[in-house]
């Protein structure tokens, strides 16, 4: 498996159960520390070390904590929906917020640590994470002439075909690439 997803559904999976927020805690302090001993887990984890032992403390967290858990997943939801709903109201506009507004003075504004920019999501996006989204239609096999065609039969090959010519594509273009990567790896004395 590729390190950098082993390393992401590890990442995933722990910060799934480990999903305390700061307010949970009396302090920053106490929250920092927490978020130290999971990033410390997740390491061990992702470079095999004493596993048994992180997956024992692990499991031992979320037993002790499984009804924290499931509130945190819950308001987490909770708040995913109400920025899809956000998104949907003004699909496609992006609203900046917190320092970053200082870029709406001018384009001479020095960016600093701590900016923070706040996007809402396209109609389209909001509609894939609530799952809402139409089903993409299923490819059939290719046809005989070698163009993929949907399922159900609306798209023809010359549909595709126009699709592609208008989105800047050219038939020649397979072709030119495999040229320069050809040509491009010759050495020449």
Do not use: C
């Not at 995913?80 to 003075?105: D, K, M, Y």
């Amino acid at each position: 498996m590729d390190p950098l997803r082993r390393e992401m559904q590890i990442r995933t999976r722990i910060e799934s159960i480990f999903n305390k927020r700061e307010e949970n805690f009396a302090s920053r302090q106490e929250y920092h520390e927490y978020l130290e001993e999971r990033e410390d887990i997740i390491f061990n984890l992702v470079e095999r070390i004493d596993v048994k032992e992180m997956e024992s403390r692990v499991e031992e967290y979320r037993r002790v904590n499984a009804d924290s858990i499931v509130r945190n997943e819950a308001l987490r939801a909770e708040e995913l929906r109400r920025r899809v709903a956000a998104a949907e109201e003004g699909a496609g506009q992006a609203g900046v917020s917190g320092t970053a507004a200082a870029f709406q003075e001018g384009a001479d504004a020095e960016p600093h640590q701590g900016m923070e920019y706040t996007a809402t999501l396209p109609e389209a996006a909001a509609a894939a994470v609530l799952g809402t989204a139409p089903a993409p239609l299923p490819l059939a096999a290719a046809g005989a002439d070698g163009n993929l065609q949907a399922a159900a039969g609306q798209l023809t090959g010359d549909a595709w075909l126009a699709m592609a010519l208008s989105s800047g594509w050219r038939q020649d273009m397979p072709k030119r690439k495999a040229l320069e990567q050809a040509f491009g790896s010759v050495l020449v004395f």
